[in-house]
């Protein structure tokens, strides 16, 4: 089976300092890697780099579709919920907005949306996409219990049906997963 994410030899540095080198990852279908370190040490530039918004310094990564939930937003904020996530065009929105529990906050502009509220709709725009490969930068920050419950089931469902999840956390997530630790 193919792997969703391949990455060799992964090296990068920020603001001048190296963030790791001769890195490695993989994830196949059902995967999930966990990566914890300190703060700082360059968990969300990894989960970055993955996405393509950040280049390695050196090595190389062939990944198969992603999407990307992280602090940004990505969505109009003047808009009502329901049709910011639609600009997007996900092929599972439907699902996703039923997942999130978001189905009486589609008229709520974004602007209003509470700080967990705001977090499950990030969430929601990412799962809504249909990519196989996810990827979650402290996808429990500012999630009551219930979100987290939520997403852990997100998840395992997303896995259970072939998807993979790369997630950077301070706080345990449900399930197996490997674990890669930055910064030690
Ligand atoms: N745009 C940038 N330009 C230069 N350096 C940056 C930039 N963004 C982050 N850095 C640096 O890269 C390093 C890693 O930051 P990163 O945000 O990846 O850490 P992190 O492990 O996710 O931290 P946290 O646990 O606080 O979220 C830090 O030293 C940070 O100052």
Redesign the pocket.
Known sequence: MRPLLKGDGLALV??G?L?FEGLDLELRPGEALHVI?????????LIRLVAGLLRPDAGKIERANASLADEGLALDRELPLGQALAFWKGPRLGEAITAFELGDLVHVPVRLLSTGQAKRARLARAVARGAPLWLLD?PMNGLDRKGVGELDRAIIAHRASGGAVLA?S?LPLAGEWHSLE?GG
């Open positions: 920020r603001g300092r963030l370190g300190p703060n700082g040490s360059g968990k969300s530039s402290e950077a301070h930055l």
